[in-house]
């Protein structure tokens, strides 16, 4: 009886290796024609003040429903993008999608907020990246410091120098960048307050777990060092009140997580931004 049980997983593992080999190849496959036909739409998630409970920025979020696959996770094509190096399209493809968004709203006189978009390692280190970066505000009229950038915490491995470098350029420009995902990859705390991060985005897997005593420590932790060399804590993947009530406790300024909004279109957003009402009508 084992032996058959370790027969029927061992087939079953056979049948999802192969379906996820096809996956791959069919996503790698439509990658190039999904960006001829502008077949990616970015969402925005809105990131949270916690001291008035109000939208303050949003973050750029990609997606693609594949004419041909259907609707597909990021998870799934973002690693297989940056490994074809289809990724620089797909970001550059975000980023005019939301000069275009921010700039239509300043012509109109609507209110905007600062969007944060993901940057891809293979992207952010790319010699074209600062070059891309300065010609896509030619094209589009809105002020830089509208649009900040994430990257991941394993940044700073590839290259410190050279980052530290990008990060200095980015932030002549108006541009202010977070480290994405903090707690999770393999950095060296020596670097990171040589390194002109304005904000430190707290990992979901720590914020999800705070009920445990040792990751609610790893999370007070995080905030207070954050605090303690001038960057700005901000809590990812917040889904209860609870964990919202220990972040607030704990004097961690903002966040974002499906407790107060997934990711949503930009009609939504628009929706969202139009119904809230701006400062000085309050
Ligand atoms: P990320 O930058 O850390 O983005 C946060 C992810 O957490 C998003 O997943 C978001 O939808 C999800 N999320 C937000 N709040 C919650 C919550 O309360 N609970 C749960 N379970 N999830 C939450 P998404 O959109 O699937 O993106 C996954 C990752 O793919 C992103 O992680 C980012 O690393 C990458 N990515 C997405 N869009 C882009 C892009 O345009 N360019 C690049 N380079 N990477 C991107
Ligand atoms: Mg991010
Ligand atoms: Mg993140
Ligand atoms: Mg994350």
Not at 26 to 51: C, R, S, T, W
Not at 240 to 265: D, I
Request: contains cysteine.
């Amino acid at each position: 009886n084992a032996q058959k049980r370790t027969g029927t997983s061992y087939s079953i593992y056979e049948d999802n290796s192969t379906k996820q080999l096809t996956e791959e190849m069919d996503i790698l496959n439509q990658l190039a024609y999904g960006l001829q036909h502008e077949e990616f739409e970015v969402y925005l998630q809105p990131k949270i003040n916690f001291q008035t409970i109000e939208v303050e920025g949003f973050e750029a979020l990609s997606r693609w429903n594949s004419s041909k696959l259907g609707f597909i996770s990021p998870v799934k094509y973002i690693p297989i993008a940056e490994q074809t190096g289809k990724i620089k399209a797909i970001d550059l493809l975000n980023f005019k999608q939301i000069l275009i968004w921010l700039e239509n709203r300043m012509n109109e006189n609507k209110k905007i907020l600062p969007i944060a978009l993901n940057i891809s390692p293979d992207h952010f280190y790319d010699p074209d990246f600062l070059e891309n970066i300065r010609n896509i505000f030619y094209q589009y009229n809105v002020p830089p410091h509208y649009i900040k950038l994430e990257v991941t915490e394993s940044i700073e491995l590839v290259d410190f120098k050279k980052a530290k470098e990008i990060l200095n350029q980015l932030r002549l420009m108006g541009i202010e960048c977070s480290i994405d995902d903090f707690g999770i990859g393999f950095s060296s705390l020596s670097y990171l307050p040589q390194l002109p991060f304005s904000e430190i985005k707290i990992d979901r897997s720590f914020v999800s777990s705070m009920n445990e005593p040792g990751m609610y420590a790893i999370v007070q932790t995080i905030i207070q060092l954050a605090k303690n060399i001038e960057m700005r804590p901000i809590a990812e993947g917040i889904e209860t009140e609870e964990q919202l009530a220990m972040l607030q406790q704990l004097g961690c300024p903002a966040g974002q997580g499906y407790y107060f909004y997934k990711p949503m279109s930009i009609s939504e957003a628009e929706q969202l931004l139009d119904t809230q009402k701006t400062a000085d009508e309050k």
